[in-house]
């Protein structure tokens, strides 16, 4: 696989006007009244922020004014991945430093829902509620390192519930409501929560979906469950057990005006827990810290997507995915935040174009699926919508094509900053991504992000340039996990990341960077299956597929790559006599939306004869992955390493089956 070279045109290119006002222009100026480092280009700053980890991040200290209570000893105690240690001595708090951005000149967030008109909440009604849940939760227990676990879409209480837990020092987790109960109970099982926030249903492209049979079940898989607060959207009228009561009702006991307060924690503390599933095992519960994401954060914020306070930030996203973890740490810029709460397709592929008109939307965040939608559907928003005030759109989730770049231009705004973006759950950031000061070329995403030694690597650990590696971060970053929960000795922290190249983090992406810096990726190089940004092991889809008497074994591989559809097939091997009829497939897809998640359902199911295993007995989900992409045979599989290599001659035929997606 080679990288491929666009043409040298760019599609956007700065003003002097959009370079003068840029914030890394700013943040550059500062240096060298400060520091006395002057630096003319954007690489010159990016190389020494990654050459100079300790001296960059020290800087964004002072730079953002952040609060913190007390100082730290030293910046980082030595480069060691993992178990770098930041900041030691600091003490801080994440929800602290988002309020200190509170102001009555500007809303905190918008909000619309599929039924509701779009509604402004002040930092002042927030500040209220806040403080009123904390205050709740205080009176339940809740304190320093409790969990406090939300079953909620994307609504303001999911944003106050977050900084309430964070306040108290309380460790805040969340599930989307379109994830069965088997895929929250895998998650929040492995984090014994104290306290479950949880909505009784929500509505979703029009239809209503009733939650409290799902609620009961967490409940009676969840023995560390003291409290359950209810968040009614449905209005079902049900009687509630006595552990639980209503969000209204949890806020009515407090005091009319209480204040707010917030727990003074070490850099390290932990602030939540997300999850990345790997190809074994149970979701990667992903501890990350209060101080690490507070500088990783308003870094993003700032000086990648450029956000001023006057600024109106949307991202399409769910509490499943980190990009709602970024949404609410964005607010630590001073902008006003979007929040929408329902399809981006209903009533039609419009919806989003119009809550950008009507909320001054001033940076419309979106993922690469939604804009291929949008070309399929043959729509041209900037033409029914006035869509002037946006500045900037940002794409994550996969790869975003070349077509989708010209897209973008040709129909929302043909003077915005496109910043196609990659990054992680593993890190709750981008690490390559806009650069407001570069000019953007049709299918390229600009460059890595300040502090991120982003490079790619060949098989024997050297950094590449012009050609397909894989990607890897180099130095330490605060907002790297603290550990996953549960895994003391850092066993399974080390298997996930640095297995490859020891002391090098390695994500699970093929990416190629250019002579100037910029960087296309070309999808996952692990098996790990990634759909609109969620991402899923393949071990959750095996246990449901495998439990159905019919299927004695099978195998789901991602095929989602740059310039490719996204397309999932799950193979199946059936039990003698079983037949793969419709019927079967149908409840296979219905059990795998009610207990994985709607969105990864497979879009075919195939019966074979045999699953490929290697000799040591494990599934070959990544070479079956190559092969289907195209690789040859030879190079993306050993048959001398397998129990039965006669079963990749059904894949090698597949492979040729396949019409080009683009």
Known sequence: MNASSEKEVPLWKPTAETIDRANLTHYMQWLDANKGLRFETYPQL???????????????????????????SEVLEQRTMPGA?????????YAENIFAKSTPERPMMFY?????????????????????????MRVMGVGRGDRVVAYLPNIPEAVFSLLAAASLGAIWSSCSPDFGSRSVLDRFAQIEPKVLIAVDGYQYNGRIFDRLEVVAELCAALPTLERVILVPQIGRDASLPPNMTTWADALAGSTPTPQLSFEQLPFDHPLWVLYSSGTTGLPKPIVQGHGGILLEHIKAAVLHNDLRSEDRFFWYTSTGWMMWNYVIGSLLSGTSIILYNGSPGYPDLHSLFALAERSGMTYFGTSAAFIAACMKADIHPGKVYDLSRIRAVGSTGSPLTAGGFQWIYDNINPHLALESLSGGTDLCTGFVGGVRTQPVYRGEIQGAWLGAKVQAFNEAGEPVLNEVGELVIAEPTPSMPLYFWGDQQMDRYRRSYFEMFPGIWRHGDWI????????????????????????????????VVEAFDEVVDSLIIDLELL??????????????????????????????????????????????DEVPYTLSGKKMEVPIRKILLGLDMKTAANPGAMRNPEALQFFVQFEKKLSPRS
């Open 563 to 608: 310039g490719r559809a996204s397309y999932l097939p799950l193979f199946v091997v059936l039990r003698q006599g079983a037949v793969l009829d419709s019927e079967l497939k149908a409840a296979i897809k219905q059990q795998l939306r009610q207990e994985v998640s709607p969105r990864h359902v497979p879009d075919e199911i195939m019966a074979i």
């Open 512 to 543: 190629a960077f250019n002579d100037r810096g910029g960087c296309v990726i070309y999808g996952r190089s692990d098996s790990t299956i990634n759909r609109q940004g969620i991402r899923m092991g393949t071990s959750e889809f095996y246990r």
């Open 112 to 136: 619309q829902a599929e039924d509701q008109l779009l509604a402004e909440i002040s930092w002042e009604d927030a500040a209220l509620q806040v403080s009123r849940l904390a205050q709740a």
């Open 85 to 93: 240690s930041w900041f030691p001595g600091a003490q801080l708090n």
């Open 46 to 72: 990016w190389q020494w922020s990654v050459e100079h980890i300790e001296e960059f991040w020290e800087s964004l200290f002072a730079y953002f004014n952040l609060v913190y209570s007390r100082p730290w």
